[in-house]
């Protein structure tokens, strides 16, 4: 997970009392190790000295500014500054930390977040190769790992695959692991089709119909969504409640759809995709592709943007998935039939015996904490609460809390 490392630092007396030419050969040993850093891929973001009028000024003169790629890599800057000699020389205090978005800072401030040791890695980059398979005509790719009870974990809009890269290890073992990519998502091939419903709701559910048949994934599955892969999840336990031994989800999109149950910082850009120009802006400009960095609580490593981002690179049709999904979502009193089909779904899981997992996100997003959408879903039949953290994006945000909640969850569901 990228890091944020910097050094606050000011002179001492050992530092003042060498002689010029001793000053000036520790600092060039100092300034032969940066290519050092930058091998270890640490980005220097800015050296600069403490102006003197700052307004309440920390006691230290210099600070200098790091971007780190991941943990283990600061951890190892950290033993090379210490083995440098530098500590000697200045007397200097040190921060660092996973680099947060200002949602990310705030939401931690709000909770009243204590500073905790980082122990755990987010992965930039998955470890689990992919694999095709075909649905009406269709090439559709996944991931696979174990074997057992189908554990298939749907993402929602601009995400893939990807997104479950850093829960899946925390579920190995405990079944056959599918992590799918939608139709037009990832690697799973593009729709020929053009325009606005392209990749309606009912497309998805049909190609993912398909590839699950394709994958024979038997009679005790369990389906883990987030997003409109939430969705997903329950439109096919719905048709197959008596192959579907329970749904987890997070951030799935259920009543109440009025506006004012919308995460306010949302509402703007969803008003704008419904526009002439924010179909130019999607399908020209990828933009609500690039709107994801901003709503997420962490920084994203460039390794992670560039995977995201990946299957929208060309302008054009092959973003109209990145549209179409958002364009779906009910505001307001909007009269549609995937607003009637998410009714359907939230009655139907208000009263199912299929056990269920909420994965309710602090502070949450489309399920806001204290929400009336959050309290909504309290009330489904069979539920089981487990507390996450982060905005919206949940897989990407908290996904060793996601893991560990999942992970109990499915030793204490039955088989079917």
Not at 13 to 40: C, M, N, P, V
Not at 286 to 299: D, G, K, M, Q, W
Not at 371 to 392: D, M, N, Q
């Amino acid at each position: 997970m990228l890091q944020t490392f910097i050094e606050l630092y000011r002179y001492t007396e050992a530092w003042t009392g060498l002689t010029d030419g001793e000053r000036d050969k520790f600092t060039r040993q100092i300034l032969g190790s940066a290519g050092e850093l930058q091998a270890l891929g640490i980005e220097v973001v800015a050296y600069g000295v403490n102006d003197p009028d700052t307004d309440r000024r920390a006691p230290y003169d210099f600070f200098c500014v790091y971007r780190v790629p991941d943990l283990q890599t600061r951890r190892l800057f950290e033993k090379a500054v210490e083995a440098s000699g530098w500590y000697s020389y200045f007397d200097q205090v040190n921060l660092s930390g996973a680099a947060l978005t200002p949602l990310g800072l705030f939401t931690a401030n709000a909770r009243l977040e204590e500073p905790a040791v980082q122990a755990e890695e987010i992965a930039p980059q998955s470890r689990y190769p992919k694999k095709s398979a075909v649905s009406h005509g269709h090439s559709m790719s996944y991931v696979e790992h174990g074997e057992g009870r189908a554990i298939v974990l749907l993402h929602g809009d601009v995400m893939s695959s990807f997104l479950w890269r850093n829960v899946m290890p925390h579920l190995e073992g405990r079944g056959r692991l599918l992590a799918v990519d939608l139709v037009g998502a990832g690697d799973s091939e593009k729709l020929p089709g053009s325009g606005e419903g392209t990749y309606s709701f009912a497309e998805h559910a049909r190609h993912l119909d398909g590839l699950l048949e394709a994958l024979d994934v038997g009679d005790d599955v369990v389906l883990v969504g987030h997003d409109w892969g939430a969705n997903l999840a329950f439109d096919w336990a719905m048709r197959h409640p008596g192959r579907t031994a329970g749904i987890a989800f997070c951030e799935a999109l259920t009543p109440p759809f009025d506006w004012e149950d919308w995460p306010g910082a949302v509402q703007p850009l969803f008003r704008f995709l419904r526009s002439p120009e924010g179909e130019q802006a999607v399908l020209q400009h990828n933009a609500f592709v690039e709107s994801v960095p901003r709503l997420l609580t962490r920084v994203l490593a460039p390794e992670e943007l560039t995977e995201i981002a990946r299957p929208y690179a060309l302008p054009g049709e092959g973003r109209r998935p990145t549209l179409d999904w958002p364009r779906q979502v009910p505001f307001g009193d909007d009269d549609t039939p995937v607003r009637a089909q998410l009714e359907q779904q939230a009655a139907w899981l208000a009263t199912s015996p299929v056990p269920k997992l909420f994965l309710q996100a602090h502070p949450g997003g489309i399920a806001a904490l204290d929400g009336r959408r959050a309290a909504a879903i309290r009330w489904y039949t069979a539920l089981t609460e487990a507390r996450v953290t982060g905005s919206h994006w949940i897989p990407e945000e908290d996904p060793h809390g996601m893991g560990r909640a999942l992970a109990h969850w499915l030793d204490e569901l039955p088989a079917r």
